[in-house]
C-alpha cells in the first residue's frame, strides 16, 4: 500500500481527517502522523507538542500497513473484504 491508497481507503472507511496527519509533518495536537524524512519513514502519536510512540520504516508500504494499523480504530464505516484485500 502506498500513500495515495492509504488516503482513499481511510476516506471510503470514514476515519475522521482530524485523528491523522499524513505527509505534513510538525507537531499537530492528538493526531497520528506518518511522514517521510532521508529516505525513512517515521509513523508517531503527536501531542501537546511532543512525538510519542516512534517507528521507522524503510519502505513506504511497511509504513502504511503499520499506520492504518493503528489508526484503524476510529473508522465510521466497517471495512469490508475489498478494502481488506487490498491492504495485502
Known sequence: ??????EKI??????????YSIL?????????CIVKEDNIWEVYYSERGR????KKFYSEEE???????KIKKYAR???TDIEFKRLG
Do not use: R, T
Not at 1 to 6: A, C
Not at 10 to 15: F, N, S
Not at 24 to 32: A, R, T
Not at 63 to 69: E, Q
Open 1 to 6: 500500500m502506498k500513500i495515495v491508497e492509504l
Open 77 to 79: 464505516k466497517e471495512i
Open 51 to 54: 512525538k510519542s510512540s516512534i
Open 24 to 32: 505534513k509533518g510538525g507537531l499537530p495536537n492528538e493526531q497520528l
Open 10 to 19: 481511510l476516506q471510503e472507511i470514514d476515519v475522521p481527517s482530524n485523528a
Open 63 to 69: 509504513a502504511c500497513i503499520y499506520f492504518f494499523n
